[in-house]
């Protein structure tokens, strides 16, 4: 892999095509610094170059080994995994794994041995049964509307999971989850989509950082692109602030001005 951009006098070995330890991946995409009070939600999603997220309704068959080990070092550096129902039923969600190679990154930040993973769901059709909520590392938490159906949210809670209002309806507001998840000390935030959620916190105005790998594919097709739902009335305007490439594929940062 080398680095694009930014390339300057101290960065400039990094333009050399080779392999980059753990470490350096994690200085790479590492939070910005958030003080005592702040939170950072960022996204993490893969595209093809004619705008697909997904082939046959995943995204796997797009991605490739350097994208994963990117998917995997965003997750060792995150507090929170947040994710929408949908997308843990079609990718097959499992809990977040300890990470070896990052644990002492993690320990010196306070952080516990894996991200929690959090599943935005108005309804809580959820197969409770799964490892996602019977064996996570850390609970996995249930993120819902105040209206969400009481038995359903019992069944969560018997199944281990943490259940979190978000919403005073059905739906979750994306700034209210922001704030709760930071309310519960998981401020580094990280979503992983799909397209639908991810469409709701960029109406919102609740994304800090987006991750976007650009798969050298062409798939055609009617998938979705990385965020659907409805329009902003003005787009976000987001700045560059790094592009990594391998094997065809670029792996770009984009953060809010």
């Known amino acids: ?16 095509d080779r392999e980059w330890s753990p470490e350096e991946l994690a200085e790479a995409y590492a939070y910005p610094d958030l003080g005592p009070d702040g939170h950072w939600m960022r996204a993490n999603m893969v595209s093809t170059l004619d705008g697909a997220a997904q082939h046959d309704g995943r995204s796997q068959p797009i991605s490739g080994a350097t994208d994963m080990k990117i998917f995997g070092t965003l997750r060792a550096l995150a507090d929170v995994v947040v994710v929408g129902a949908e997308t843990v039923r079609q990718e097959g969600y499992r809990p977040a794994r300890a990470r070896e190679a990052f644990a002492d990154r993690r320990a010196a930040s306070g952080q516990g041995p894996a991200a929690a993973i959090a599943v935005i769901t108005a309804s809580l059709e959820l ?16 993120v819902t509307g105040a209206t969400a159906p009481a038995g359903r949210v ?9 259940v979190v209002v978000a919403g005073e309806g059905a739906a979750v507001d994306p700034v209210r989850v922001v704030r709760e998840l930071a309310d519960r000390g998981l401020r580094r935030q990280l979503t992983e ?4 959620l991810l469409g709701q916190f960029v109406a919102a105005d609740a994304l800090d950082e987006l991750c976007l790998t650009i798969s050298p594919m062409l798939t055609a097709g ?20 790094c592009v990594l490439e391998e094997a065809g594929f670029l792996f770009t940062r984009y953060r809010r001005i």
């Not at 892999?1 to 050399?16: E, G, I, K, N, Y």
């Not at 409770?128 to 996995?140: C, D, G, H």
């Not at 989509?193 to 639908?196: D, L």
Request: a positive charge; zero cysteines; charged letters at 15%.
């Open 154 to 162: 019992a069944e969560a809670v018997r199944a281990g999971a943490q």
């Open 193 to 196: 989509g799909g397209p639908r």
């Open 127 to 142: 197969d409770f049964s799964l490892p996602l909520f019977t064996s996570p590392l850390v609970p996995t938490l249930v």
């Open 222 to 241: 009617d998938a979705q692109r990385i965020s659907g739902g409805p329009s902003v009335t003005v787009p976000h305007r987001l700045a560059a602030a």
């Open 1 to 16: 892999m080398r680095r694009l951009f930014p390339v300057t006098d101290q960065t400039s070995a990094d333009a050399t």
